[in-house]
Nanobody, 124 residues
């Protein structure tokens, strides 16, 4: 079965950096768009960054220039390098797989498999 496991979440100070990783298994990893999403307490889940099979990336305006999404199709992994972190970035971060073998989108409902999440806390 499809399995996604995130790691790397931690507590850091404003301006710091973190690198999140997601290990995928149970499907042809390279064929699917993969994405990072986040959800803060009391807020709806939102798309952070996505990367297509061909390497094309899309970022939420709030993280452009600070976050970088990447994938290693040989290792079935997905990473999110987060720099210049802000308290507003505090959330549970999830990696997810697009439902169909199609182009990427930041829309949450377009993804069918999700990891359990890894917590990122940024203090001021």
């Amino acid at each position: 079965q499809v399995q996604l496991v995130e790691s790397g979440g931690d507590s850091v100070q404003s301006g710091g950096s973190l690198r999140l990783s997601c290990s995928a298994s149970g499907y042809t990893y390279s064929s699917y768009c993969m994405g990072w999403f986040r959800q803060a307490p009391g807020k709806k889940r939102e798309g952070v960054a996505v990367i297509d099979s061909d390497g094309s990336t899309t970022y939420a305006d709030s993280v452009k220039g600070r976050f970088t999404i990447s994938r290693d199709n040989a290792k079935n992994t997905l990473d999110l390098q987060m720099n210049s972190l802000k308290p507003e970035d505090t959330a549970m971060y999830y990696c997810a797989r697009r439902t169909f073998r199609d182009r990427c989108t930041l829309v949450v409902l377009s993804y069918d498999y999700w990891g359990q999440g890894t917590q990122v806390t940024v203090s001021s």
